[in-house]
């Protein structure tokens, strides 16, 4: 049996959920965003994984309610980094997303408490920028909102040493 996340982990996908999923993903307006944590997407009859947080704008999924898993490849997608599967989110699944033509992923590191941004270009990724806690900015797909990249993290007072 694996351990589950931890309680940094845990942090951090709440916060994004509030701070990400807030202003896109309940935004009920034409043209927002479907934000979910956790679920399950198939990407290949035997490639079905389920990414820390997923992002479909709502014009290439009408509603992820009532299917799993999740056949539409997602717009965006955040996976967490652990000691236990950062291998296999920086290869295998890095590769699988930019083969199926994700556009955009996240990788967080919450011991260095740094953000990952990369945009699918010519079917490979692109760093766009490696965000600390320290940073405020607009980090694609979601530039229309400045993000506190520090906000996502557990407060550092909180944190032991």
Not at 24 to 48: E, K, Q
Not at 55 to 76: E, H, T
Not at 82 to 106: F, I, Q
Request: glycine residues 10%.
């Amino acid at each position: 049996m694996q351990p589950g996340p931890s309680n940094e982990h845990q942090y951090f996908q709440a916060g994004l959920s509030h701070r990400v999923g807030g202003p896109f993903g309940f935004n009920r307006t034409p043209g927002g965003w479907w934000i979910l944590p956790d679920v399950d997407i198939r990407f290949t009859p035997h490639d079905v994984v389920r990414p820390d947080h997923s992002g479909w704008r709502r014009s290439r999924l009408a509603s992820p309610f009532g299917k799993r898993p999740i056949d539409v490849i997602p717009d965006w997608i955040c996976e967490i980094l652990s000691p236990s599967n950062s291998r296999y989110d920086r290869g295998y699944k890095s590769d699988l997303y930019a083969t199926h033509g994700v556009g955009h992923y996240w990788l967080v590191d919450t011991v260095a408490r740094q953000l990952e941004v990369y945009a699918l270009q010519s079917g490979r990724w692109l760093r766009l920028g490696a965000y600390d806690d320290t940073v405020t900015a607009r980090l694609p797909p979601f530039e229309a909102i400045e993000l506190d990249v520090g906000e996502l993290f557990p407060p550092l007072d909180a944190v032991p040493q």
